[in-house]
């Protein structure tokens, strides 16, 4: 079988996973997205299945205010004596925690929080085969201290254990017990071109750690792979005892310099052991050409391109923005119909607008909502966003103006903002789409039976990290605001369709 990264596509960065069994249960970042954490389940390392949130409570997730990538960083998930626990970071409010279930796809405790006396991010949890648990995460280079399960209390000093090979920005740090030895692996280079993935060996959980001779372990610096930026990585044994590789890359658009605006996503690699060190791929590489030996397939059902808000709970697929405003969107108020009610809030604030989103997955894909909208004064507003932070995105929306129900097409990139084309609406509802290429996005609508028409088009380019910052990637989204005063009409979503045309 080749290689076809990504196996988890679209903004999957930072990916942790753990086996119980036969089964093997991922999770990854979610930044300032409410729920946060989303969960995965796989029986083979190459499909994979969302099966719930690990944060689905304000009480274990606030959010409010947090800049856009801030919130909810790397996470680890681990199994021990029967329960699931992730750890991860909240850098816009409390740091290090945990919560925990015996049941992954179920609610997840209240936040359990670790004090390590460092500023850090990207902790992870060893549990030893004599009991002891082990806390790491950055902070000064790599730092360690052993904790009490049950409390979260330090029972022991925090010290340093290993800066790495010399590469910017040693962090993601996953410590593994394997036969007798500690292998310690981290992501150097930053999460940019020169990521890396870096290993090192010890008989001590406190090292001194000896470094693998051919370091880094994985990395596409310096090669023209389509995969880039390959790190923040997680060894994994499936039960045939094969190893495998999850890791974080991305994939660039267009010519020098490529951007990418799908966000960084989860990759898989296979492992095999040389002399006690693991080699991943072929040599530190993972092409999409590279022939491996697969667990057996077992694919799941592939998700519905319709989703007709017929369900008590919003699918797994949707985030809203922050902690959402209590009342702001409802299943029951329109049976079968998503409702949003705006606020003064808009995209642009760094805040909780009415806002509810899928991430973009695929280069080429066709995203469409059926809106029932009657906008009562120029200042309400709902429509159809592609998203990546409150600096960067387009809309196509309704609203009026002078008097008249129209449709828009705006354009924001960082300070420049613009209406870019409007047309006149005649009453009821209106089919909004977005159609995505590689390279662009076009807005469109159509009323009644009617043909999609196109308003405008926006370049990929001015929504991705290369322009936009951050971590994260493209949202496409169903929104209402009142812009600036509080909304007084609700808007009314029927339906929301996500095609890939890949």
């Known amino acids: 079988m080749q290689l076809n990264n990504p196996v988890i596509p679209g903004f999957h960065p930072d990916p942790s996973v753990c086996r119980v069994g036969s089964d093997f249960y991922l999770v990854t970042s979610s930044f300032e997205y409410f729920p946060g954490v989303p969960v995965f389940h796989s029986l083979d390392l190459v499909h994979w299945e ?16 947090c800049r856009a990538s801030a919130g909810i960083y790397a996470p680890t998930i681990r199994y021990h004596d029967g329960r699931f626990y992730m750890v991860t970071t909240n850098v816009s409010g409390g740091g290090h925690f945990y919560v925990y279930t015996d049941d992954p796809a179920g609610e997840w405790s209240e936040p359990i929080w670790v ?78 071109l020169g990521h890396m993935v870096t290993i090192a060996r010890s008989d001590s959980p406190w090292g001194p750690f000896e470094p693998c001779p051919h370091n880094p372990i994985l990395s596409h610096r310096s090669t023209d792979l389509p995969v880039q930026a390959t790190g923040h990585a997680e060894l994994v044994q499936a039960a045939d005892g094969s190893w495998w590789l999850l890791f974080l890359g991305i994939r660039g658009v267009g010519a020098f310099p490529m951007a990418h605006h799908l966000g960084r996503e989860t990759n898989l690699a296979p492992v095999h052991w040389e002399a006690g060190w693991p080699v ?92 029932d909208f009657a906008p009562a004064n120029d200042h309400d507003e709902a429509g159809l966003t592609v998203f990546m932070n409150d600096q960067h995105h387009y809309e196509v929306a309704v609203r009026r103006v002078g008097g008249q129900r129209c449709i828009i097409a705006r354009r924001q990139i960082g300070s420049l903002r613009s209406v870019v084309a409007i047309a006149e609406l005649p009453p009821g509802p209106v089919t909004l789409s977005v159609t995505a290429s590689a390279s662009e996005y076009t807005l469109a609508y159509a009323t009644g039976d009617s043909a999609p028409r196109t308003l405008a088009t926006g370049e990929t380019r001015y929504l991705s990290t290369e322009v936009a910052g951050g971590f994260t990637g493209v949202y496409l989204a169903m929104y209402a605001t009142g812009n600036g005063q509080p909304s007084t009409t609700p808007a009314a979503f029927d339906w929301f369709d996500y095609q890939p045309l890949d």
Not at 151 to 177: M, V
Request: with cysteine; net charge negative; hydrophobic share 35%.
């Open 50 to 65: 969302q099966i719930g949130h690990c944060l689905t409570r304000a009480s274990q997730v606030p959010l409010e205010h």
């Open 115 to 192: 004090n390590t006396g460092y500023m850090g991010i990207d902790p992870s949890l060893l549990f030893d085969d004599d009991g002891r648990v082990y806390f790491t995460c950055n902070g000064h280079g790599i730092i360690q201290c052993e904790l009490d399960i049950a409390t979260g209390e330090r029972r022991s000093d925090t010290r340093q254990i290993w800066s790495g090979t010399g590469g910017a920005w040693a962090e993601a740090p996953h410590l593994y017990k394997i036969g007798n030895l500690y292998y310690l692996m981290l992501a150097e280079g930053g999460t940019g």
């Open 280 to 371: 991943v791929g072929a040599d530190g590489l993972a092409p999409q050409g590279l022939a491996f030996e697969p667990l057996p397939l077992h694919p799941w059902p592939a998700p519905q391109v319709r989703d007709d808000f017929d369900t008590p709970q919003l699918g797994l697929c949707w985030n809203l923005l922050r902690n959402p405003r209590p009342g702001s969107w409802s299943l029951a108020e329109r049976p079968g119909w998503l409702t949003l009610h705006g606020s003064e809030l808009t995209l642009s604030d760094v805040d909780a607008p009415a806002f509810v989103g899928r991430r973009q997955e695929h280069f080429t894909c066709n995203a469409a909502c059926r809106l």
